[in-house]
C-alpha cells in the first residue's frame, strides 16, 4: 500500500542546531515526492520538491530510494522556522493518480 | 494571479444540517482536491476532480459529496452533519492530472458543527 509516514509528531531545537524532519515513504513505483509547510495562521504551500534539487529557505531534502525517505534538512534552525511540515507523495497506483500526504511534523525553534 | 479561493472562510452549522462549501482554482489549473484537516487526524484525502470528473476518493461516508464545472470550479457537500466533521476543509488545485509540480492550497473553510 502507498504510505508517507513521518515518525516525529513533534520536533523541538534550539536555534542555530541543525534540523532533519523524517519522512519514510511507501510505494511501488516510482514516486515524485514533495514537502509542504503551513506556518501559524496561513495556508498550507509547498515547500520544496525532490524534483527540482532546490534548496529553499536553506532547506534541502534528498530522495534515498534505497531506504525509500525523503528527509528534510537544514543546518543551521531559525526561529521563524518554526510551523508544521508535511512530506506528501505523488504517483500512479492501480491506474489512477494519488496523492498522499504524511500526518505532518511539528518543528519548534527555541531562542 | 489570483490564488485559489475558498468560500466562505467560517461556517457554524447544526448538527443535522448539510453545508456547501466552495473553492476557485488557479486560472487554468484543472485538478481540485478537497482536505479535511483536523488536529488529531492530520490531513485526510476527501476526493479529488480533474475536468468535470471525479477521479479519486478517500475513505469517507456518501455524505460527502462534490463536483467540478466546467470552468474548474468546484464545490464540496456534506450532508445531515454531525460534530465530528468539524474540521479545517482545504482545497488544493493543481496544472496537471498528476500534480507533479505540487498542490496550491486556498487558505480553508472552517466548519463547526454544534
Known amino acids: 500500500a502507498q504510505r508517507v509516514t513521518q515518525p516525529e509528531k513533534l520536533l523541538s531545537v534550539f536555534k542555530g542546531a541543525p534540523v532533519e524532519l523524517k519522512c519514510n515513504y511507501s510505494y511501488s513505483g516510482s514516486p515524485e515526492l514533495f514537502w509542504y509547510v503551513q506556518y501559524s495562521r496561513q495556508r498550507l504551500q509547498l515547500l520544496l520538491r525532490h524534483i527540482s534539487r532546490e534548496s529553499i529557505k536553506g532547506f534541502t531534502a534528498d530522495l534515498n530510494k534505497g531506504e525509500t525517505s525523503f528527509h528534510l534538512k537544514k543546518p543551521f534552525a531559525q526561529e521563524e522556522d518554526s510551523a508544521m511540515y508535511y512530506c506528501?507523495?505523488?504517483?500512479?497506483?492501480?491506474?489512477?493518480?494519488?496523492?498522499?500526504f504524511g500526518t505532518g511534523t511539528r518543528l519548534k525553534v527555541l531562542a | 494571479k489570483a490564488g485559489v479561493t475558498q468560500t466562505p472562510r467560517y461556517l457554524i452549522k447544526t448538527r443535522g444540517q448539510q453545508v456547501t462549501l466552495s473553492c476557485s482554482p488557479i486560472s487554468g489549473h484543472r485538478s481540485v482536491s478537497w482536505y479535511q484537516q483536523t488536529p488529531g487526524q492530520g490531513l485526510q484525502f476527501l476526493f479529488e476532480?480533474?475536468?468535470?470528473?471525479?477521479?479519486n476518493k478517500g475513505n469517507f461516508p456518501g455524505r460527502f459529496s462534490g463536483r467540478q464545472f466546467s470552468n474548474s470550479r468546484s464545490e464540496m457537500n456534506v450532508s445531515t452533519l454531525e460534530l465530528g466533521d468539524s474540521a479545517l476543509y482545504l482545497c488544493?488545485?493543481?496544472?496537471?492530472?498528476?500534480?507533479?509540480?505540487?498542490?496550491?492550497f486556498g487558505s480553508g473553510t472552517r466548519l463547526t458543527v454544534v
Open positions: 506528501a507523495l505523488s504517483g500512479r497506483a492501480s491506474g489512477t493518480y494519488k496523492y498522499i
Open positions: 476532480y480533474f475536468s468535470e470528473t471525479q477521479r
Open positions: 488544493a488545485s493543481s496544472f496537471s492530472g498528476t500534480a507533479n509540480y505540487g498542490y496550491t
